[in-house]
């Protein structure tokens, strides 16, 4: 533990040299007094793992708590990577309690990013796939880099998985049904162009994304609170319903899905590939 070293080693470690257990894993920051900036930070990639989700929705909660907060720029510490979606480790030969509780915090994590009374801009200055698209698509509005070789989109098929139902249905409402079809059966991964030809983003940038994210939180946090949220609850309300509705049907779906023994063999194969790099 961090609090066990002498406060000099504690002054003088590199942040580089902390492991994820001594690691905030998320940072808040507030440059302004309507402006919160909750900072991704758990390296190497910002995967989701049970603990980083539950982070999250922690911080999420904690910005939301000050009334005089309107709206919250999601970026990433790491220079290259948004978030790399979902922890794989997590699925892979897990116990069935600890998978359980792992998908029960995700879908906490989309539900609160999805449902937040703030108005959220993705700040993504990085690859993106999967889950780290999914964060994106939570958000009220998408900035990516314009960097051609960063990566954005749902590629679960690749790893032998699909997507679950409410990341498809989010996937749909982004982009249409037809690109969503294709994409998700093909895992397809789109440039920052193409995502912006498809609207999965909403602006592509060369200048530091960072600088026009929070450019657009300032012109998001001018709306009047009351209307703004009141339109976001009518488009979101029945995707939120629907699956706080079916929270429990989804864990079963997913527990089921991922045990099986032909999907952990996949998982397995596409981590060691991931690692051989
Ligand atoms: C009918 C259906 C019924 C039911 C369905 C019900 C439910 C649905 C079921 C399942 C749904 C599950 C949903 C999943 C969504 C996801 O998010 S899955 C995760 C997908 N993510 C990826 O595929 C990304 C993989 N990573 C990369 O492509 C690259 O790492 C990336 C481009 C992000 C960065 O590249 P680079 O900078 O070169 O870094 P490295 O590749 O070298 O990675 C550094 C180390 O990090 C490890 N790592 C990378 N990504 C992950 C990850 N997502 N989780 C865990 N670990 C990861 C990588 O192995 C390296 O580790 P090492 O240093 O080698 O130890």
């Known amino acids: ?9 504690q002054r003088t470690i590199s942040p580089r040299l902390l492991s994820n257990a001594q690691r905030t894993l998320v940072n808040i920051s507030y440059p302004s007094p309507k402006i919160a900036v909750l900072e991704l930070d758990r390296p190497p990639v910002n995967s989701l793992s049970l603990e980083m989700s539950a982070k999250i929705v922690e911080s999420i909660k904690e910005i939301e708590s000050n009334p005089e907060v309107q709206a919250m720029v999601l970026k990433s510490s790491n220079p290259k990577i948004f978030s790399a979606g979902l922890d794989i480790t997590e699925m892979n030969r897990p116990t069935v309690a600890r998978l359980e509780d792992f998908w029960r915090n995700i879908q906490t994590l989309f539900l609160t990013l999805y449902s937040t009374r703030l108005s ?22 998408r900035i990516m880099s314009a960097t051609p070789s960063y990566k954005i989109g749902l590629n679960e098929t690749k790893l032998g998985i699909a997507a679950p139902y409410w990341l498809k249905d989010l996937f749909v409402t982004t982009i249409g049904y037809r690109e969503a079809e294709v994409g998700l059966a093909l895992g397809k991964l789109y440039s920052p162009k193409e995502a912006l030809e498809i609207k999965l983003v909403d602006e592509l940038v060369d200048s530091p994304v960072i600088d026009v994210a929070l450019k657009r939180a300032d012109e998001w946090a001018s709306i009047p609170e009351k209307g703004r949220v009141a339109s976001k609850v009518m488009l979101r309300g029945a995707m939120i319903q629907d699956l706080e509705e079916k929270r429990e049907m989804d864990v079963g779906w997913f527990r089921d899905f991922i045990m099986e023994e032909g999907v952990q063999k996949g998982i397995e194969g596409y981590l060691k590939n991931l690692s051989k790099k």
């Not at 533990?1 to 080693?9: Q, T």
């Open 120 to 141: 959220t801009i993705a700040s993504i200055d990085g690859h993106s796939p999967a889950g780290g698209c999914l964060l994106a698509m939570s958000c009220d509005y």
């Open 1 to 9: 533990m961090l609090s066990r070293l002498s406060p000099l080693a």
